[in-house]
């Protein structure tokens, strides 16, 4: 059998650059060599940079201020068809804290200004005046993962009819509910820093198998659907049902 | 109305002057800025209410890093040439520490009996400060990743100061740093300050280094050189934005071993030559000369300068020398440069490490990612004997961190504790180099302090 290789696109290293999340491209080639899969990390530096969506499994977008993410959403919606495609084809969109936005409806900033996003998920921003740092804790509903963190929230995220990434056990989250980050299919978004990855090695550790499997036509990522769904089922019946007496 | 408001004030006034005369005699190291918090609290625009203050004449700076020193410095400089000078350069930098200073430095009626003041702003309170006292110079160090618990990232400060510079403002701004540099537009007047490329300079070539936006259009800014992290000639790959070419206040060369700059063809003795000092030395240069100081009474400022909040310290322990490098929570840059500071040592070497959960305001929380903003490569390519990682909870992460940039794991030791200084220390008994450095904050600082000296004092 072929060696699997996994290609990861960096978006914008030098204008996405907050929080140390470069950290977390460095995470994912430590995951990979400790299992023995070669990572080619490329940097897609400039807007007018094409991204080869074709060969790519998992495209890493870092925070960044979010006067940045007009211009980003300019230079991917060119690229808009490409995009789709690699959506459908399940392979992952990875977005952290303010540039969960690129992903959104729209972001309403706070002078009122409004920015177009591109609308993958059915998400509203909306700009906080103030900045609120806290840790966060929650866990990934798909895969039952505790994930763990920090976040600087400057914007409020509104989850409309929308799958959220995960639900909270402490902190922030997207605006102060149960609901931290959104996914679809593996399109994710998460308001968690650390660098995430590195501090959450075992979240790129099933990414990077996901991938592999993929690629090796051995493993169908909906195998366990209705387990998940029997899993959810249950938890929402065991905290709903009358405390014995 | 008028006469009403007056009334308040000068109650106020009498009230902060008892307070601070109290404040004084009670403890003289604290209660730096009790009588301003006090007299803000009791007045509305209590600052706004003073009188003879002459606008032109007022120096205020702010910036992410080299704040304090360079207000010091100013202040100090323009002391020195005899013009009588107030300052809060005790690092009351908020509209407390503002008022306080109008309040020391005013007569029982509220005029101001001094000629300059020089005023350290912090660049959140930058806003209302300026909206009751209209500076006419704002000095603007740097605008660099900061605080980020309280300040979210650099362009949430930069629109900060946007909102406040206009065309009746000098603006003194930092000629290699991109993001301050581009608030020049809003200024009545820009007067840039630069230093040339020197043998501290370097450059950066690694995968991972990463810039920042360019403040004008979005796209990428590239350094042609670096004299500090995110400090250099720099230009924009799109827009014509860039540093400018002929800077007004420019040091053209640095004499590290003579302890001599040489600015605009003027040499100056100077008592501080790491790259940051000399960017406050122009900033300082580029004030003195708008207000109208010689060359001789600058010299003489920096000649006699001394800075209270020096950030190194060395310490003597049995036969350890230990150098201490103080960085601030949060905030890459001091990381870095301690760093750096550590990676020029080329000789053997241990490291104690003690980067913190951030506990300034609630909530606390555990930010480990600006770890990452910074390298630790050039360290590890160094000969250490051991790392000492210490503190409480994040002390895992910042091993972790040592080792993804290429630091020996079984050189690394890592002690989950907060206040038991003496078993960490203990450690410096055990290590066979006589070089030690500790970077850490200031409070873990003080407890090893204290600890060395009451060692040192049992063992006789």
Known sequence: ???????????????????????????????????????????????????????????????????????IKEA?????????????????????????????????????????????FDMTCKERKTVIGDDLHFVIEKTKQEIIGSQIQMIDYELNNQEPLGTIIYGYGNNNTSKEGARVKNVIFTNCLGPVFVKNPWWAENIVMNVALNKMNIYNENEYELENKSFTSTKKFIKEKPKQI | ????????????????????????????????????????????????????????????????????????????????????????????????????????????????????????????????????????????????????????????????????????????????????????DKAGQVIYFSVNKNDESFNKSNFYDITMPCPKCNHIIKYEYFNLESIGKFYCTNCNYSSEEKPDIYVSNIDSEGNKIICNNETYSITYNTPFYIYNYAATVSVSKKIG??????????????????????????????????????????????????????????????????????????????????????????????YIVFSKTVCYDTANRIIYDGADPSKIEIYDYEEDISVILKKMDDIKTKNIYILTGMKPYSNIKNFLAEEEKANG
Not at chain 2, 21 to 28: E, G, P, Q, R, T
Not at chain 2, 354 to 381: M, Q, W
């Open chain 1, 1 to 71: 059998m072929d060696k699997v290789v996994i290609n990861l696109v960096w978006l914008y290293p030098d204008i996405l650059n907050l929080h140390g999340e470069r950290g977390s491209v460095q995470a994912f080639q430590r995951v990979c060599e400790n299992l023995g899969i070669t990572i080619n990390i490329k940097r897609v530096n400039e807007y007018s940079e094409k991204i080869d969506f074709k060969n790519t499994d998992i495209i890493f977008c870092p925070p960044g201020e979010l006067k940045v993410i007009y211009d």
């Open chain 1, 76 to 120: 991917i919606s060119k690229q808009m068809d490409e995009l789709k495609e690699y959506i459908d084809a399940r392979k992952y969109f990875i977005t952290i804290g303010t540039t969960g936005c690129l992903l959104a409806k729209e972001t309403i900033r706070e002078n009122g200004e409004k920015i177009e996003g591109l609308g993958i």
């Open chain 2, 1 to 184: 109305m008028k006469f009403i408001m007056k009334i308040p004030f000068h109650i106020t006034l009498l009230v902060g002057k008892a307070v601070a005369n109290i404040a004084k005699l009670v403890d003289k190291k604290r209660g730096t800025n009790i009588s301003g918090k006090i007299a803000t609290a009791l007045c509305n625009d209590f600052v706004k209410h003073f009188k003879n203050i002459d606008f032109s004449k007022v120096i205020m700076v702010t910036g992410t890093n080299g704040k304090s020193t360079t207000t010091n410095l100013i202040a100090h400089t323009i002391k020195q040439s005899n013009r009588k000078t107030a300052t809060n350069g005790e690092g009351a930098n908020m509209m407390g520490g503002v008022a306080t200073t109008l309040i020391k430095n005013s007569t029982l009626t509220g005029k101001f009996n001094k000629e300059f003041l020089v005023l350290e702003i912090d660049e959140r309170s930058l806003p209302s400060i300026y909206k009751v006292l209209p500076a006419k110079n704002l000095v603007i160090t740097n605008l660099q990743k900061d605080q980020v618990q309280r300040n979210g990232d650099p362009d949430f400060i930069y629109r900060k100061f946007a909102e406040v510079i206009n065309k009746d403002i000098v603006l003194f701004l930092n000629n290699e740093e991109p993001r301050s540099k581009g608030l020049e």
């Open chain 2, 293 to 386: 100081l010689t060359e001789e009474e600058i010299n003489q400022g920096f000649k006699t300068f001394v800075n209270p909040g020096e950030r190194r310290e060395i310490l003597k322990y049995k036969d350890k020398v230990i150098h201490y490098l103080r960085m601030k929570q949060e905030n890459p840059e001091t990381l870095q440069s301690a760093l750096d500071t550590v990676a020029k040592d080329k000789t053997e070497k241990a490291i104690f490490i003690g980067l913190y959960e951030v506990k300034d305001f609630l909530p606390y929380y555990s930010n480990t990612f600006y770890f990452y903003d910074c390298n630790f490569k050039d360290i590890a390519n160094t000969p250490v004997e051991k």
